[in-house]
């Protein structure tokens, strides 16, 4: 997990129902543990009434504006509004017309409404919260933490750049565009982090994943398999374990659970040699909600210690 | 999955009874099933398609979710410009009676766009200007948002066609499938003529008023400036190459809501007993219930909650020749059935809560006065649901399932 900790941008992507939400909550928190100023993000949905990675965090609401909910550790929702309204500042000659401009209603609702607008918005914002600077001139996020929606779209938003660039390929957008698309590319500053589940589609979709995120030119920095049952036996104890069930009799309790130990046993070994990158392996934590982040984070800080 | 394995627990008929699903696969012209990522929606939806095909019914099973997994449990070509069809010996050899028919088609913007075009544009000089207009060629190809316009647009068009008989609509992830039930409305917003109608150009017939002039210049001056010309020039010639179609667009719209509003349509909502996949589908079951569409009931997946006919590991009696580390490997086997036990337990009493959950909230059940609710558990299967045959097998159990 220390790879991580000198990238600008990390983007946490899987498919639904991995603990991507999770894994962003607890890097985050680690991050910030280890002494980097951090800054954890979501997508904003202004249709959503709950907030996942509010609830990982165990905080109540997450703002459009970045606030502090522990030392070193910030949260913001990423606004597409707010995207359109810092990228129509920085082009337009003067302030009162980008303001003039997300004023009008009719504008307003285009860019809110048209198809990949509210994404670029996203994506400016992610720039805009990248590029800003303390009083000192240091950044003052260090580490942004982005939890993507799930697979296909983490994949779309990540295609819009460069298509984008063939509909408009000159003016201030495009170079905005550039700039967006040169920071998700640039292995120094960006990582992108896959979560998966010990299981055999889970894997499989995962590496379709890598494959994707690969075709984009976005630096892959590290794969997390989530949820990996505790395996208590060994290898003779196993084997015998085996011989008992193999027979002919009724299912028996306690079989499926192997089922699942070995799956996760075929899926690690899977995807360590499908990829290139460092695969971590988290345990299955019976916790929930902002315990769980703080659990596996402490986790995180355990493993940095053994490696 | 084969059926030999010991895990494949299937009922015996004698215990089986029609679950709410059954009238559902039967009757209904639309399944929408939605719910959190990863608690097996794409394979419940292909499920109860295959389910509706084994009663005879001609099925088409739709996902809008990128991921590729629909394809690999039916054995069907994906990427295909249109609906696939399951091949028949296939079918056969499941059961699926002659006039019964499954297709799957996994959604392609592009080409709904498309045939959405050619539909409304009316002569094909029209049709040809729009395909070959840069702004809709970036939108057609984009997934983002694209996804949820176009869905609305196929569940329509396939579900009136007369082709089918059921229409399974598999949605992406929750939040994105909320924009799938917005989308009509949303589409409505992005074509309002008077938003529309700032970025046309003056003439042609169109007199804009003091007001509309106002902010058509601001329009104009901001992305001017911010796209560069051209790309205000692309954007005029689309939204003019589009207005007249906008009116058609948008009665397709409303129809689609009229028809997921009607008694031909059900919802379904798909979980596991993971508490965020719960919290997901309470979340989605209140957005269903205010928006007055018809919700059905739950599928509990990946469920531990089916445990008849298990034996457990002490039952198993070593012989007094046994070694310290079968003895040990049978007691760390037993502490695994603990665990299942315990699972079993807080997936039984899961299932409790989602049947009056159900019973309160849906309409069906209301208007069937089967206070029992409608939340099944389909056994858990150990992994996932790889070919036909587990598909198959998921499709009885979901049909017809004793219910724990």
Redesign the interface.
Known sequence: MKSLLPLRAVLVTGKGGVGKTTVAASLARFAAQCGKRVLVAEIADEDATTSALADALGVAKITDEPWEIAPNLRVVALAPALGHQRFLRDVLPMKVLADAAMRAGAIRRFLAAAPTFPEMGVLYRLLDLVRTKRRDGAVEHEMIIVDLPATGHALALAQIPASLLRVIPSGPIAAAVREGLELLQDPVRTGAVVVTLPETLPVSEALELVQGIEQHSIPLAQVFLNRVPFDPFSDEERVFVRSLLDGERPPMLGARTLERIDRARVALERLSQAVSVPVGVLQDVWLEGPRLAEEMASLMAVEEVHQ | MSSSR??D?RPSLADAQPTFLEPLVRSKRVIVCAG????GKTTTAAALGLASALAGRRTLVLTI?????LAEAMGIPEASRAPAPVPREKLTMLGVPVHGELDAWMLSPEVVFETMVRRLAGDEARVQAILAN??Y???S??????QE?TAAEALYSLSTEGKYDLVVLDT?????A??FL?APR??S??L?E??IG??LPAGGGQKKGAFVRA?SD??E??FT????E??YK?LQDFLGAFSGMFGGMRAHAEAVRRLLSSDEAAFVLVT?P????L?EAG?FQEKITQLGLPFEGYVLNRS?AY?R?????EE?VLPPAAEE??R???R??????D???WRAQRDRDLLARLRMDAARHSLGAAARGDGGGAAIATP?L???V?DLAGLAELARNLVHLDNA
């Open positions: 010991p895990l627990v959190a990522g990863g608690v979710d990128p991921a590729r997994r840069r702004l060629q970036h939108l190809k984009i997934v983002a948002g694209m316009y992406p992830p929750s939040r994105n909320l924009a917005e949303k589409l917003m992005f309002d008077r938003v700032v970025f902010a601001l329009a001056r901001v400036k911010a796209f560069g051209g790309f692309d596991s993971e508490p965020a996949a919290a979340f531990w445990t006919g298990f034996g457990g590991p198993i580390h079968q040990v490997a049978l760390k086997l037993g502490q695994l059935a665990g299942e036990r858990h150990g992994g996932a790889e």
